[in-house]
């Protein structure tokens, strides 16, 4: 076994590029550490994400913070900004997402359980605090990342990257199956 070279990855990304039926896009709803802001933005960048809605006291994705972290991914990505969650769910809903929280919540289903084969804006919250009732009231379903270790949450990046391959993994689910290497 040897890793691929470049033209090799660039065709095994290709094969999955093509089986990619759904945009995916994220709300950040005060995510205010710009490490996280620029983690989320290179998952992003590597999973397809088609917008990255800002909302409230996220740092900004332009921070030098949040590049440094996103390692040049920024330019992959486009973003609006939004003072208000009510603005942002908004605008995901008239740009044809569904919009889906991530929490912790009482009436929260498992991300796997919830059928995110559509077009899905995945909402993340803040890293202590989480999403604010007003986010959760606005959401069309809300799903959770299950543990089963001592830890009871995950960080927000990391969140944000299971969320995201789940959303991807469900389309490919139902894809024909990828022709082998060209």
Avoid at 20 to 44: K, W, Y
Avoid at 159 to 170: D, L, M, S, T
Wanted: hydrophobic share 40%; with cysteine.
């Amino acid at each position: 076994m040897r890793q691929l070279g470049g033209t090799e990855l660039k065709r095994l990304h290709r094969s999955w590029r093509r089986k990619d039926s759904f945009r995916l896009s994220l709300l950040l709803e005060d995510v205010q550490s710009p490490f996280n802001v620029g983690s989320i933005m290179r998952t992003a960048a590597a999973l397809s994400v088609s917008e990255l809605y800002v909302v409230g006291r996220t740092a900004a994705p332009s921070s030098p913070k949040a590049q440094k972290t996103a390692l040049g991914t920024g330019r992959y990505l486009s973003w609006s900004t939004h003072e208000e969650v009510t603005t942002a769910v908004g605008a995901a809903r008239a740009d044809g997402y569904l919009v889906v929280g991530l929490e912790l919540a009482d009436e929260a289903e498992p991300l796997a359980a919830l059928d995110l084969r559509r077009d899905v804006c995945i909402v993340l919250g803040n890293e202590d605090r989480g999403l604010s009732a007003t986010c959760l009231s606005l959401c069309d379903a809300v799903g959770y990342v299950p543990q089963t270790g001592r830890v009871g949450s995950l960080n927000v990046a990391a969140a944000a990257a299971v969320a995201c391959y789940e959303v991807r993994r469900q389309a490919w689910a139902d894809a024909p199956a990828a022709p082998d290497a060209e």
